[in-house]
Nanobody, 126 residues
């Protein structure tokens, strides 16, 4: 069982930055593919970014490419999401997720992940 705890959300003005963190309980963290998703009010949860076990392969949703950066520190069992140039449309609950599967297209979908955090609210004001 893997427990994930997100932190770092909050209220920020448009154009500002936030850094989300997700701490994992598992000593097997380095064997997990990690991802970030978000869910805006009234919308389905959507993919944001994913990072491979050693951090060497990363994929972003088009909507955040060039503004968000995912990274991980396997020694600290933590994955990060640096969010710059934030826009009001980025307002959502952001979720950290972990997958034990191999790298593939399933990691762009909710169903590709076995473990989820409780989420952290990000609100971007205009």
């Amino acid at each position: 069982q893997v427990q994930l705890v997100e932190s770092g959300g909050g209220l920020v003005q448009a154009g500002g930055s936030l850094r989300l963190s997700c701490a994992a309980s598992a000593r097997t963290f380095s064997s997990l593919v990690m991802g970030w998703f978000r869910q805006a009010p009234g919308k389905e949860r959507e993919f944001v970014a994913t990072i491979s076990r050693n951090g060497g392969t990363i994929y972003y949703a088009d909507s955040v490419k060039g503004r968000f950066t995912i990274s991980r520190d396997n020694a600290k069992y933590t994955v990060y999401l640096q969010m710059n140039s934030l826009k009001p449309v980025d307002t959502a609950v952001y979720y950290c997720a972990a997958s034990t599967t191999g790298w593939g297209v399933s990691l762009l979908q909710n169903s590709g992940y076995m473990y989820w955090g409780q989420g952290t609210q990000v609100t971007v004001s205009s």
